[in-house]
């Protein structure tokens, strides 16, 4: 044994040896090594090469077979199929590949924008968006519980209200962004898309459209009576479109400034994520949605400049304080109140949106959408109803 290692095992022997007898004098001479105790080990098994040799021999078969099955089968069927036709012409020439159509599957029936000639769905705006969000104050708590406490008498009514006061910024928000069938409101941002197109001098009030039975539509307006190839301004189209509620004049507007893409990109740009037109009107299953909210922003946004000029906001005040229905919000308020608003009814659901100036300087929003069984008239009455007590609380 090497010095060295025979100097550590003394050492390391010598050390346990002092451990256990703490009072004997241990010297090199009177030192003896702990016997190590005798360990029986099992014999190894001895080794059977001939099973060796068999399995390493099945293993090879097995690889080289697996092997030989891919180099006569699968790689020529893929480079025959896959990468042999990426570089020879195809016999089959009259067949084109849409890539497009690989990529987005569903841009033929779900998209909301338009963009060199090409559909695609885009999200709204939330950088910079073209209108500006409320500035919201304290909920209204004492006005919330006076219309949850009228819900009752409605049972199959279900509500949406959204009330904002322009003073103090306080606001109601009963299901606010409980997204609702929009009926004719959907108006509202059709008439807003109208009149930014305006400013951006791609179109003007003045142009003039003829009455093709392309856009003749049923349901609310006179102008699906109207001869044929009668024309309109784009002026008077709006007007009839808010006043009568008229959806062939809705149609004719929406073709003008470039269709329901042109609408919905528009409000993508404004900023807001729960309005859409999804249909021509009439549209009585109710495809075309909206919330209290985004129709609440739309209203305010009407006086904002850097949204529409004094002149945009002139007309679009002037249609809305001349609409004929008057059996809703309208219905609920106070003598002397005056009134800026669009309706919208179909056979599940009713609704009114709009400004209201009240006697005493007043002034606040107020949306309010009910679904309900198919045409009753409990919808109508809950909307009254409501109107009254948000007339009430905030013209006091």
Known sequence: MPELARNYEERYYYKEDIHYNRHRTVTRENYTR??????KRKPLPKRNDAQIKRNQLISRCISWSVMLCIGLFILPTGFKNVTGAMFSKTPY???????????????????????????YLSGAETKKPAMIQLNEGKELTDLENQIKNIMPMYPSIHPSVFVWDYETGNYVDINGS??????SIIKIPVLLQLFRSIENNQISLYDEMPLTEY??????GNLQFKAANSTYTLDQLARIMITDSDNSATNMIMSKIGSMTDVNQGIRD??????????WLPDLTGTNFTTVRDLATMLYNIENPDF???ESREKIFDYLGHVKNNRLIQAGLGQGASFLHKTGDIGKMLGDAGIVFTPNGKKYIVVILANRPYNSPAGKDFIVKASGIIYNYMAR
Not at 178 to 183: G, V
Not at 215 to 220: A, E, L
Not at 270 to 277: D, I, P, S
């Open 308 to 310: 529409l000029s004094m």
């Open 178 to 183: 409980e997204i609702f069938s929009a009926a």
């Open 270 to 279: 404004w900023g807001l994520k729960h309005t859409q037109v999804n249909n």
């Open 93 to 119: 020439s009259s067949v084109k590949t849409d890539y497009r159509e690989l990529v987005y599957p569903t841009h033929n029936y779900l998209y909301n924008s338009l963009f060199l000639d090409e559909l």
């Open 215 to 220: 856009y003749r539509s049923g349901g609310s």
């Open 34 to 39: 702990p016997a190590v105790p005798h360990i």
